[in-house]
């Protein structure tokens, strides 16, 4: 069955480092992958989209990397804020428009 | 107009009551998502409208019946729910369904949820 998996379910960096979150999957062939933040009793916000043949996509301080071989996505958040504490999720997505969430890192970055 | 909205925001019924959840948006988005996201747990997919049209329904049970009256509108209709549906329910919105094309249609906008409890 499908199966996907973000490194850890927390994660505590110093501000001003680089956070960077893993999100792995099994049994998958997506043909997009987004990465999607969601604070405490809010919706998800899309952050980054990247596509099964992009390897690279960078959006200001945010960059996101798709490895299909490995079937494995990195998110890096630079130079981070305390505002950036957050939950990431990561989703993968079929043609039909399909998603499906991975369980979520919470990032704390700490003053 | 980049917003998905969401009534109410909160809701309690009893097993026996018959409520609907509903959805809006003017971003011009074809395809129309329902979500339901328990505590601690990520979003799970439950159903997709792509052009007014039901595409996809994740095994949900019939007490949940989606409707999509229009492009702008999404209803989730409740009945004989059980306690075990209390979640917070999300709705989303995208430009286009999949159809084999990745990019910005597939970007979904997430309204703010209903936190639906079920007594």
């Known amino acids: 069955s499908q199966k996907i998996e973000q490194n850890s379910e927390a994660l505590n960096i110093q501000e001003g480092k680089t956070a960077t979150l893993t999100c792995n999957y099994t049994?998958?062939?997506?043909?997009?992958l987004q990465w999607y933040r969601q604070d405490p009793g809010r919706g998800p916000v899309f952050l980054l989209l990247i596509r099964e043949n992009e390897k690279e996509k960078r959006k200001e301080r945010l960059k996101v990397t798709f490895d299909t071989t490995l079937k494995q996505s990195l998110f890096h958040i630079t130079a981070s804020q305390p505002a950036d504490s957050a939950t990431y999720l990561c989703a993968l997505a079929n043609n039909a428009g399909k998603s499906t969430f991975g369980d979520g890192t919470t990032l704390t970055v700490k003053p | 107009d980049t917003e998905v909205t969401q009534t109410p925001k909160h809701l309690v019924m009893g097993m026996t009551n018959k409520k609907s959840l509903k959805c809006e948006q003017h971003?011009?988005?074809?395809?129309m998502y329902w979500y339901k996201q328990k505590a601690k747990k990520p979003p799970e997919l439950m159903f997709v409208y792509s052009y007014e049209k039901l595409s996809i329904n994740e095994s949900v049970p019939s007490r949940f019946s989606p409707e999509c009256p229009n492009s702008s509108l999404l209803n989730l209709h409740l009945h004989a729910l059980q306690p075990e549906d209390s979640a917070l329910y999300l709705c989303?919105?995208?430009?286009?369904?999949?159809?084999?094309?990745?990019?910005?249609?597939?970007?979904?906008?997430f309204g703010p949820g209903t936190r639906l409890t079920v007594l």
């Open positions: 049994n998958y062939s997506p043909a997009y």
């Open positions: 971003m011009g988005h074809r395809a």
């Open positions: 989303a919105s995208s430009q286009r369904p999949g159809q084999g094309v990745a990019g910005q249609w597939n970007e979904q906008f």
